[in-house]
């Protein structure tokens, strides 16, 4: 997979899961959504069609996991936002946050919204052990 | 596939590309951007984790197409946003846009950003032959 560094970007907004096959899986740090982001471990890939056959359908299974993971943190999901976009940060990411009605971007998307309200450690805590329980980690 | 109909909301935004082997695609009235709209055609299916392994192959494909549908347009694209959210319209949906340094909503996503510039009747004709030409339609 060559070279495969996340963005400093994602080091100051977010706190690592650990890797599956393909991605390196981190939970995003706001405690207001539920929220797993899911970067491909592939050296200069923007854009999923830099992305293999076999690597599509390995981030499609990812995106399920995380899916699950977004559901085990406890919150309700009434829907799940799943966005590929990175102009700001280019390096391919996938996020997937689960949404409830009401919350403080519904309905609109969560990015680009207002600042994040970072987990507090003991929550964080938790929440990491139930991320990684749900994607096997 | 049962009985799957667009949302009304699809009709009164964008208009019909035609069917890919799963989604019917849309091309979004909004002439800031390049901008195509993924149905699957799968009765009540609102969440990716209701579509089957088979479909969610398919589906990946048709978002590669689609970004390719994107590009035929003509403008430029700096990076393509993909995005399956449904806060406000829950039948699954998935967006492919091409996106531009500088336009209106950059480097946000357009999503709840402003109200569409739908196109003009000429320039509508010409988009829709370009992207069904790239869709193989």
Known sequence: MGMFE???AFLATSHELGDLALCQ???QDDVRYPWVVLIPRVE???ELEDLSR?????LTDEILAAGRAVRALGAQVDKLNVGALGNVTPQLHVHVVGRRVGDP???GPVWGHSPAQPYEAEVLAMALVSARAALGL
């Open 25 to 27: 899986a981190r939970l």
């Open 6 to 8: 996340p963005d400093p």
């Open 105 to 107: 971007a519904w309905p």
């Open 44 to 46: 200069a890939a923007r």
């Open 54 to 58: 076999e690597d599509l359908a390995r």
